[in-house]
Structures are given as C-alpha cells and as structure tokens.
C-alpha cells in the first residue's frame, strides 16, 4: 500500500510517497481504509526526529478487508474514525476495535477527520480541570485545531467568560466571530495576556489555562490564575525551561498544574476518554456550516501527493483551522 514516509534528514523536502506491507489486524482490531486524516503540530517533531513512518489520529473510510476475529461490534463497510497508534498518514490501518466510532450521516469524510486528536485532546484538557459552569477559561493557540475545539467545549459547557490568545489581529477577527468561540481575544504578541486577563476578570484571573506554548508563557500563566487555578500543559511549544521563576504563587493561590498527553495514555485511559467524548459530546459535532453547538473549522485541504505543502503550511503558523489531507 502507498504510504507517506520520511527520508533520513527530517526536513519537509524530506516527505515521500513509497510502498510499505499492508497492515493486519491483530483479534481485537479492525483494519480501516483511510480516507482522509488531520495534520496535527506532533507530527513536524515526529517528522524531524527520524520517525519514517508518521502516525496521527485518523478518521477512515469504511472497515474492509478483515476485522479481527474477536470483534462482534463491526462489521466489513461500517464508516468510522478513531485513533490510532501509528502509520495513518497510509493507505490503510489497523485500530482497536475500541478506538473508533462511528461516522455521522451528517459529517463529511474532511470534516471527519478535523475530529479525532483535536477534540479529544480539547476534551481531556478541560476534563481534568475539571472545569465548572460559571467558571472563567484562558485557552492559547486559539486558531489552533485543539484550541478551537477547547474555546467552543468551554462556551459548551456553560464556562462565564472564554478568553484565546492568537498572534495575528486576522485570527482574532476570526474567532471573536465564530457562533460557538470565545468570549474575549489576545493578541499575544502586541499584549500583556496576563494584564488583559485581569482586567477582563475584574482583577480575578482564570480558572483554567489550556496551554501549548510551555515556556514563553508560564509566568504569565501563573500571574494570570485565580485562587485554586488549574492549568492542563498540552505542550511546550516555545521550549521546557523557565528562568526567574517566582514559586511563591504556585502554593499561596493553591495552584493545580498538570501536564497531559494522548498518544502517550495506555490503550484502556484511551478506550474510556473515546467512550466519555463520543457519549457527551460526540454527536453534537457538525461541520462548520452546521447548527450545532460544536463545529468543526478546515483551513485547507490537501490531496496525498500535497504533503509537503500542507506540511510546510502547517509550519508558517499563518493557518486558522485544521488542515486535512485526503486519499483517493
């Protein structure tokens, strides 16, 4: 089958399409053929880190071929998307029979594939705060795929005020215009997101922090927590190390900070977020032109052999939405 791979140097220029063995489906799995997937910020460092093989979080066509034969809930031609380990930049692929779920009449296969990584990671990013009704919300990288799904689970789950960040005056536009966006905007670059945070709050702060950024943004971040303020850390985008940090607000505002990942969980947290997000909130998923209360927003889309330019524009960060690539 045909395959996106990485030559040995990592750049763009470096992405390929070869021919690597059909995948099979171990008892509990289910062998998809991929009709479209998502682009998502890991893979530039899975990319640059030698990895020849690029997994992401990918929704499918239809099951095919074979479904392990300890799999009673689907069946050959069932539509799906779900989550996947690795190697979905590829024609096919195998996933646990738990990890997918099943594709809406009313999703097309592009707005699919926005879904899986970005919005289960928004989900578990807002769960483990355990974010409250009435509470207020800071989420960064709001253009993002995952921050546009944060900013709208916030507004969904009766958050009071909902402020993003994003470093360009279009991308603020842009969301303070979205039905189901956020409250309030930053411009991170031209603004102190920490000041404008307390003067948005009456001098309060945030409840909960969404953060990808990591280091440029951690002092801010704690300035910009309430009392007992939780953070979810998704990343570290701008580096992993703090100088001149002052502890002291950490234990007087009782501080909660919490990295978390997705690709990393063992196979049973990832089964049980699947079944929490697709039970909640699952189906109240449209695209963009959709009534519903969540929507899915695509910046670009890309045809497989469009690789490298849908790579690079990931790179310019200039993109609001998700980009996806899609297989004939």
Do not use: C
Not at 37 to 58: C, S, Y
Not at 109 to 133: C, M, R, V
Request: glycine letters at 8%; aromatic letters at 8%; a neutral charge.
């Amino acid at each position: 089958m045909r395959a996106i791979l990485v030559k040995g140097g990592g750049r763009i220029e470096d992405l390929y399409i070869g021919e690597v063995e059909k995948p099979s489906p171990e008892a509990d799995e289910v062998l998809v053929k991929v009709k479209a997937f998502g682009l998502n910020r890991m893979d530039i460092m899975q990319r640059k880190g030698g990895i020849t093989h690029l997994p992401e979080l990918v929704p499918s066509w239809a099951l095919s071929f074979r479904v392990g034969k300890d799999v009673k809930q689907w069946k050959e031609g069932d539509e799906v998307l779900g989550l996947v380990g690795g190697g979905a930049y590829a024609e096919y692929v195998v996933a646990f029979s738990t990890h997918v779920w099943r594709k809406s009449n009313s999703l097309s296969w592009t707005e699919a594939a926005a879904i899986p990584e970005n919005w289960l990671t928004a989900f578990q990013a807002l769960t483990i705060p355990e974010l409250k009704s009435g509470e207020d919300v800071l989420v960064h990288t709001g253009a993002s795929g995952v921050g546009l799904a944060a900013n709208q689970l916030a507004r969904f789950w009766n958050a009071n005020k909902v402020i993003t960040t994003a470093s360009t005056s279009e991308k603020l536009n842009w969301l303070i215009n979205l039905p189901n966006g956020p409250t309030h905007t930053i411009n991170y670059k031209t603004e102190d997101f920490a000041s404008e945070v307390k003067k948005i709050t009456n001098r309060r702060g945030v409840d909960v922090i969404v953060d990808f950024p990591g280091q440029s943004h951690f002092v801010k971040n704690i300035d910009s927590l309430a009392m007992d303020g939780r953070m979810t850390m998704l990343a570290m985008l701008s580096g992993n190390e703090v100088s001149k940090l002052n502890l002291s607000p950490i234990l007087y505002k009782r501080l909660r900070i919490q990295g978390s990942t997705l690709r990393s969980r063992s196979r049973e947290y990832q089964a049980d977020l699947i079944q929490r997000f697709t039970s909640t909130v699952g189906d109240k998923l449209t695209g963009e032109k959709g009534e519903g209360p969540l929507r899915t927003y695509i910046y670009a889309v890309y045809a497989f052999d469009e690789i490298q330019t849908a790579h690079r524009d990931m790179e310019s960060n200039g993109t609001a939405g998700k980009l996806i690539v899609t297989i004939p």
